[in-house]
């Protein structure tokens, strides 16, 4: 997903449209809505900073890395460098430690050295 479109992380209100799907509450409609849970939830997705153009939103998930990884998964290019770099910054800027990147991203080693290895170029 390199390029304009940038990877975005939030917590926001579960809501249940009409079809029994698990959407952002503030991306439901009025007239589609049938459960707004008053729990929040982290998502994400892939969008251009200021365009219209994004990707569906991916989640809801019970954490911020879990959110970053699952948008990644789904939308991300695993052999995109800049991809990769992406998605531990964004982790890091939420304030995820580099012990639980490791752990989600399912790296056993010294869990520093290996996500700073995991996004660095290839020689």
Known sequence: MAGHMKLQVWKENVAVDREG????????????????YGHKAWWGEYSAPGYMDKTDPVGPNHSPERAA??????YGDLDSLAD????????????????RIAEV?????????????????ED
């Open 69 to 74: 990884v699952d948008a990644f998964d789904m």
């Open 105 to 121: 991203l399912g790296i056993d080693t010294d869990p520093e050295w290996a996500v700073k290895a995991w996004v660095r170029e």
């Open 21 to 36: 799907v698990k959407r952002p509450a503030s991306t439901v409609q009025l007239s589609e809505l049938d459960t707004l």
């Open 84 to 99: 990769r770099q992406e998605l531990v910054e964004v982790m890091r800027n939420l304030g995820v430690p580099y012990a």
